[in-house]
T-cell receptor, first 115, second 110 residues
Framework: EPEVTQTPSHQVTQMGQEVILRCVPI?????FYWYRQILGQKVEFLVS????????KSEIFDDQFSVERPDGSNFTLKIRSTKLEDSAMYFC?????????????FGPGTRLLVL | SQQGEEDPQALSIQEGENATMNCSYK?????LQWYRQNSGRGLVHLIL?????REKHSGRLRVTLDTSKKSSSLLITASRAADTASYFC??????????FGTGTRLQVFP
């Protein structure tokens, strides 16, 4: 069964460093998302992406964050200058379409630790 | 109050028993989905129920939706130790972003 994959599974970085989290969505999916989950808290929406542009973003998704689909398969989340509070599990998700096919399938996550 | 609150926060049962988790939300929704998360792992989609549906089944899972009460329930029948996980409801309102609840931690003892 096709699945969303994410790399790396774990990332440790120093505060102020840039990180890029990578995702490979399910191949025929058109809608892509990033969510995060701070330890012990809810899963929070960050951004949705369709047709090579951001369709919606949350308040969390400030100028330090950016997303990109550099080729036909990868979807990346970049954090330009990491802060301690960016430590979280970051999930990528994709869906085939909206409407009846709007189920979002999640990847296994990247655990980011900012020191 | 938040969109998407589950209760109970934690539930412990014996294998073979049924587990019922509830989710309440505040605003009108398009769909409600249930996800499972094993400790520290990714989110696994379980079932989606549309706002015009009242009940849906998938294997040992039964989901109900009551839009008048703005609530949903997830029933797992004949639970197994492997069902031990956190269960989240997630709603989408007018857009496709999902709003997750606080989750119910289910522990099934062998």
């Amino acid at each position: 069964e096709p699945e969303v994959t994410q790399t790396p599974s774990h990332q440790v970085t120093q505060m102020g460093q840039e990180v890029i989290l990578r995702c490979v969505p399910i191949s025929n999916h058109l809608y892509f998302y990033w969510y995060r989950q701070i330890l012990g808290q809810k899963v929070e929406f960050l951004v949705s992406f369709y047709n090579n542009e951001i369709s919606e973003k949350s308040e969390i998704f400030d100028d330090q964050f950016s997303v990109e689909r550099p080729d036909g398969s990868n979807f990346t989340l970049k954090i330009r200058s990491t802060k301690l509070e960016d430590s979280a599990m970051y999930f990528c998700a994709s869906s085939e379409a909206l409407g009846d096919k709007r189920t979002q399938y999640f990847g296994p996550g990247t655990r980011l630790l900012v020191l | 109050s938040q969109q998407g609150e589950e209760d109970p926060q934690a539930l412990s049962i014996q294998e073979g028993e049924n587990a019922t988790m509830n989710c309440s939300y505040k605003t009108s929704i398009n769909n409600l989905q249930w996800y499972r998360q094993n400790s520290g792992r990714g989110l696994v989609h379980l079932i989606l129920i549309r706002s015009n549906e009242r009940e849906k089944h998938s294997g040992r899972l039964r989901v109900t939706l009551d839009t008048s009460k703005k609530s949903s329930s997830l029933l797992i029948t004949a639970s197994r130790a492997a069902d031990t996980a956190s269960y989240f409801c997630a709603t989408d309102v007018r857009t496709d972003k999902l709003i997750f609840g606080t989750g119910t931690r289910l522990q099934v003892f062998p």
